[in-house]
């Protein structure tokens, strides 16, 4: 027999076996073949589309919007078994609470429960519903530095405030309005003029309502030895609604984690930063 003739033999013998196996339906016992695999991709979670929330309280009175931070996959800083989404966003809940049992402003929240939204959505919420005044709340921690304790306020650094105008002045189209001014159908040189002037005098107000926090919660709210600070903060930067971060202290040490947690320790900053707010909104009524 030549060898060709051996090889046809061969692959004849091996496509006879591979058909008595078809005929009989038997699977060929080789671990990795006939298995199906899936392969699985787990994506962040498409929290609800972002629909205005609920604004409590009587028409025509100033509107605050209440930010609590981070939330659905997103916890936030831990620290002291506690998650700064939740430890917030009680804050927050807290906060309307107050405010609206003292009636004569407006509140709504960006999340009243634990989804995540991205940032620009908690400035859109702000601006959509032509708010007054905007306040994100968290929570910091510091790693293992547990003696680190006290709130802060932020607001938009100079710098990220510029760039964020400008930012702004470019995407905005003809029909944007900002504190009554309309910047629709300027130049783009005046419209971003116009845009800086609002942003500056938006950034006055932010930093008089930053003031006001920490002048109501002295003696009531532990502050950080440097508690009036500013970043480049995207959550800050709409150019017409003052815009103030709030990190209400540190879950990374006990006695902040336990008064941040607290019922006692939610009602004295509600407290406080309502009647900061109210303050506020009495001093800019007519403006
Ligand atoms: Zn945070």
Not at 177 to 206: A, F, H, K, P, Y
Not at 234 to 247: M, N, Y
Request: zero cysteines; charged letters at 30%; aromatic letters at 4%.
């Amino acid at each position: 027999m030549t060898i060709r003739a051996q090889i046809l033999l061969l692959i004849l013998f091996l496509l006879a076996v591979v058909a008595v196996l078809v005929a009989t339906a038997q699977r060929i016992p080789v671990p990795e073949i006939g298995r199906a695999y899936v392969v699985r991709v787990e994506l962040p979670e498409a929290d609800a589309p972002p629909t205005l929330p609920k604004v409590e309280g009587g028409e025509g009175l100033p509107l605050v919007v209440i930010d609590a931070g981070h939330g659905g996959h997103d916890p936030g800083a831990v620290g002291q078994g506690y998650r700064e989404k939740n430890v917030v966003l009680d804050l927050a809940r807290a906060l309307r609470d107050e405010l609206e049992k003292q009636g004569g402003v407006r509140v709504a929240l960006t999340r009243d429960d634990d989804r995540y939204l991205v940032h620009a959505e908690r400035v859109d919420v702000a601006r959509k519903l032509d708010a007054d005044l905007f306040l994100s709340i968290h929570a910091d921690s510091a790693g293992d530095a547990a003696d680190v304790t006290g709130a802060s306020t932020y607001t938009l650094s100079n710098k990220a405030s510029s760039e964020a105008a400008a930012r702004f002045a470019d995407r905005e189209n003809a029909s944007d309005r900002l504190n009554g001014v309309d910047i629709g159908g300027q130049s783009d040189v005046v419209s971003t003029i116009l845009v800086e002037l609002s942003q500056r005098r938006t950034q006055e107000r932010s930093d008089e309502f930053a003031r006001l926090i920490l002048r109501e919660g002295e003696g009531a709210i532990r502050f950080h030895p440097q508690p009036r600070r500013s970043a480049a903060l995207k959550v800050l930067r709409a150019p017409d609604v003052p815009s103030v971060l709030f990190e209400s202290g540190f879950i990374s040490n006990e006695a902040d984690a336990e008064r941040l947690a607290s019922p006692e320790g939610r009602a004295r900053f509600a407290e406080v930063v309502a009647r900061a707010i109210r303050i506020y909104f009495a001093r800019h009524q007519e403006s």
